[in-house]
């Protein structure tokens, strides 16, 4: 069944593009480099989940927030600040998150193409803006998008603020996106409807449960069914 007339509110990072693969290949490549004596992969990988989780809260989200962090997992594991050495190493295996490429996800260009002729669409995208617009720019899918809005975290308050701004009605609203943290789970706190289309590189931090029962969350397998509801 298609509904007409809808607000489609979309995500930005690991829904219209890839974004966390690339994360997850420094952190990789970074644990190889770490190495410890007695703490295997799987520890060492949350030790720096803990790290990145509290980093996020004051320093946001991005790349820079993910350099930060492999830092402060240094200090934390070795009782000592990084050294200048050990922190260029570091800058060299993220050298790939500075490349501004990005890759969209399958079909995302033809599929917001269409549905822009019959929907109103937005994008709410959370991160350092200027991280976040060079990656918005070089997309090349800014145009299809009534409005832009970069944040600094997607919660409840700030999906009931995109609504209030933006003159939304809750009720025909859609929020479309592959993290239940932050596109599913607030954005039904506010009143809205949510499409969820998972991604199988979503950050760790992003995971939650979602409840089964709510029949005001569209659960999608790829990013062109959408055409099929909407």
């Known amino acids: 069944m298609q509904r007409d007339g809808q607000v489609l509110v979309f995500d930005a990072d690991d829904t ?8 997850e290949r420094v952190i990789h490549d970074y644990l190889d480099w770490l190495r410890h004596p ?3 992969r799987v520890r060492l990988r949350a030790v720096l989940d803990d790290v990145q989780r509290a980093n996020a809260v004051t320093h946001g989200y991005g790349s820079r927030m993910l350099l930060r962090s492999l830092g402060d997992c240094v200090e934390k594991l070795r009782g000592r600040p990084a050294t200048g050495q050990e922190l260029a190493e570091i800058e060299e295996l ?5 490349d501004h490429r990005v890759e969209l996800v399958p079909d995302v260009a033809e599929t917001l193409a269409v549905l822009g002729g019959r929907h109103t669409l937005l994008m709410l995208t959370k991160g350092n803006p200027e991280e976040q617009r060079r990656k918005i720019d070089a997309s090349r899918l800014a145009h299809h998008f009534r409005a832009i809005e970069i944040v600094e975290e997607k919660d409840v308050a700030t999906y009931r603020g995109f609504v209030a701004a933006h003159g939304l009605t809750p009720a025909d609203s859609w929020m479309i996106g592959n993290s239940p943290k932050s596109d599913i789970l607030p954005a039904r706190a506010a009143g809205m409807n949510a499409v969820f289309i998972p991604n199988d590189h979503t950050w760790v931090l992003e995971h939650s449960e979602l409840d089964p029962a709510d029949e005001a969350v569209l659960h999608l397998r790829a990013f062109r069914e959408l055409l099929d509801h909407f």
């Not at 993220?94 to 500075?98: H, T």
Request: net charge negative; no cysteine; hydrophobic share 70%.
């Open 94 to 98: 993220a050298a790939v998150l500075a």
């Open 38 to 40: 007695t703490l295997d």
């Open 16 to 23: 219209l593009w890839e974004n966390n693969v690339l994360f």
